[in-house]
């Protein structure tokens, strides 16, 4: 592939417009149109888009662990997150300031909620599995018992 076909991947990955691509990877204007569509065609070209593609999904997409850490430190209050506030400073005046702010206590309920859900910490349903087994004589001698304890009376 040559440097040119390289930064056309590049530059169609920005906005996927073949031709603003081709323009932008050095190709004449006259021909961007032409060389995009072409460029589009082979085989190797759009192996590298697809290459391209899924590197930035795994660059920018958050993994299973970093979710279970996130959503770890939101649980413990460790997380903070940035508020504009307006804060007073005289004659009816106010400026914009930064507050950090810990999760409120929702947050963090909600936080550890999904965890243990993710851990099977919580479970609606109850499954039992087992059989009753019964004995029949013992059944019969308990029943006799029963029997005998009403005619006494």
């Not at 930035?56 to 504009?84: C, F, K, P, W």
């Not at 309920?109 to 999904?114: H, Y």
Request: aromatic share 6%.
């Amino acid at each position: 592939m040559t440097e040119k076909q390289k930064r056309f991947v590049d530059e169609y990955l920005i906005d996927l417009n073949a031709t603003q691509a081709a323009i932008r990877a050095g190709y004449s204007k006259d021909t961007a149109r032409a060389i995009g569509a072409e460029n589009l065609t082979k085989p190797y070209i759009q192996q590298a888009i697809k290459e391209r593609i899924e590197q930035l999904h795994n660059e920018r997409s958050a993994d299973a662990q970093e979710i279970i850490e996130y959503l770890t430190s939101v649980m413990r209050g460790e997380s903070e997150s940035e508020e504009l506030v307006n804060e007073f400073i005289g004659d009816g005046c106010s400026r914009p300031t930064r507050v950090k702010k810990a999760p409120s206590e929702k947050d963090r309920i909600k936080a550890a909620e999904l965890l243990g859900k993710r851990f099977g910490l919580f479970k609606d349903k109850v499954e039992l599995d087992g059989s009753v087994k019964t004995d029949m004589a013992t059944l019969a001698g308990v029943l006799d018992q029963l029997k005998g304890e009403d005619s006494a009376e």
